[in-house]
Nanobody, 126 residues
């Protein structure tokens, strides 16, 4: 069963913006960090950004620093990824993730992810 649900993907021109959202579809347990990963055609799934749920301490991949911002709204039980100045290289399926590990550890080891969303397509045209 899908336990995280993403929304907000779509088709945009280079330089445009999108905001992705992620919410649980059912109750999840023992979560310390949440994050975003992406997978482009023919490539492995890669880290984009992670955040601690309680404190909001964030960690972003070098490729998106200054353009993407991860955040969370505890009251709404929702995770966000604000994506600005999008580039064609950002085209991928974006997956929401949650787990018990730290943002740093989750970023380098996808096996530490306990829950995955089904993914939302982001396409950036040139």
């Amino acid at each position: 069963q899908v336990q995280l649900v993403e929304s907000g993907g779509g088709l945009v021109q280079a330089g445009g913006s999108l905001r992705l959202s992620c919410s649980p579809s059912m109750r999840i347990f023992s979560i310390y960090s949440m994050g975003w990963f992406r997978q482009a055609p023919g490539k492995e799934r890669e880290f984009v950004a992670t955040i601690t749920w309680n404190t909001g301490s964030a960690y972003h991949a070098d490729s998106v620093k200054g353009r993407f911002t991860i955040s969370r709204d505890n009251a709404k039980n929702t995770l966000y990824l604000q994506m600005n100045n999008l580039k064609p290289e950002d085209t991928a399926v974006y997956y929401c993730a949650a787990g018990r590990s730290s943002p740093q550890n989750m970023a380098v080891n996808l096996r530490l992810v306990d829950y995955w969303g089904q993914g939302t397509q982001v396409t950036v045209s040139s």
